[in-house]
């Protein structure tokens, strides 16, 4: 332990290097690299902020596979991104099964070609105390929000690994940083999402896959539809069109993390760091509210 400390103390140094350096690059726009001919993998394509990621790759003239459970929904992705000049090929998939995903992966692989990025969107919600949320729904969303991020990297990853380029791109939330009463089953899913893309990126780096990048989104509250009269003190519900600008802007330019807003990122570093009385308050003033189920009943009421 003494040793470590002392090569902690060795490295501070270097810390004011690493600070500016940081510092720099919020003001040097860093150049946004080309997708042009990539094969993009869209999971969840057939609303919000997968379909509108699909538009904003097919203008970047990627090849699109999108896939989705809603046949309506997916299609009429395709149909836009087709009309935008892009190439697109729809999909039905279940993303809470594993079986369905390998399957449709080798159905991409030989009708499409390798995919190059893939986008881990697909996603569900349950606004509900715990003892209101069936327990088929809190499987369902670790099956859809996390699991399926296993199927999927393990299906296209290894192609990726070959030629040490491509783009994993995880979709999890500002609740995958804090807790949120009545979204305990999303929230541990969106920090499990969190976890897996730190880790996955740890563990390209550690195998030598540099060239294969990974970016996590995590946005606020996003008008999808599939929460409630969501709100905050922290500003206007967000529009698919902005997160995935600043998505698309992310994956570009090759940033790790996402938020949007970008304020959150502060919130998130004030979080680890603030003592617990005054988090509380600070939790108090953000207001984060939304129509939820209760099924527990407290006396008197």
């Not at 090929?89 to 995919?115: L, M, P, Q, T, W």
């Not at 804090?178 to 730190?198: D, E, I, M, N, R």
């Amino acid at each position: 332990m003494i040793k470590f400390l002392l090569s902690v103390f060795l490295l501070l140094p270097f810390l004011p290097v690493c600070i500016v350096e940081s510092l720099l690059k919020l003001f040097i726009p860093k150049k946004r690299k080309s997708v042009t001919g990539e094969i993009v993998l869209i999971t969840g394509a057939g609303h919000g902020i997968g379909r509108q990621t699909a538009y904003e790759f097919a203008k970047l003239k990627c090849k699109l596979v999108l896939w989705d459970i809603n046949k309506h929904g997916v299609e009429e992705t395709a149909a836009e991104c087709k009309r935008l000049g892009a190439k697109a090929h729809a999909f039905v998939v279940d993303c809470s099964n594993r079986e369905d995903i390998y399957s449709s992966a080798k159905k991409v692989k030989a009708e499409v070609g390798d995919v190059s990025i893939l986008v881990n969107n697909a996603g569900v919600v349950y606004t509900s105390d715990l003892f209101a949320t069936q327990d088929p729904q809190i499987e369902k969303t670790f099956e859809v929000n996390i699991l399926a991020h296993f199927w999927t990297t393990k299906a296209f990853l290894p192609e990726m690994m070959k030629s040490n380029h491509g783009h994993i791109v995880t979709v999890a939330s500002a609740a995958g940083h804090t807790g949120v009463p009545f979204l305990l089953a999303y929230c541990s899913s969106k920090f499990a999402a969190v976890g897996f893309h730190k880790a996955l990126t740890e563990e390209l780096s550690a195998l030598e896959r540099t060239g294969i990048k990974t970016t996590c989104l995590c946005p606020n509250f996003v008008n999808t539809g599939f929460i409630k009269n969501p709100g905050t003190s922290l500003g206007p519900t967000l529009e698919p069109e902005e997160v995935v600008n600043k998505l698309i802007d992310g994956i570009l330019t090759e940033q790790k993390m996402v938020f949007v807003p970008s304020s959150l990122s502060l919130l998130s570093l004030m979080e680890k760091m603030l003592p617990e009385r005054f988090e509380a308050i600070l939790r108090r003033k953000i207001d984060i509210r939304f129509d939820a189920v209760i099924g527990y009943k407290m006396k008197g009421k």
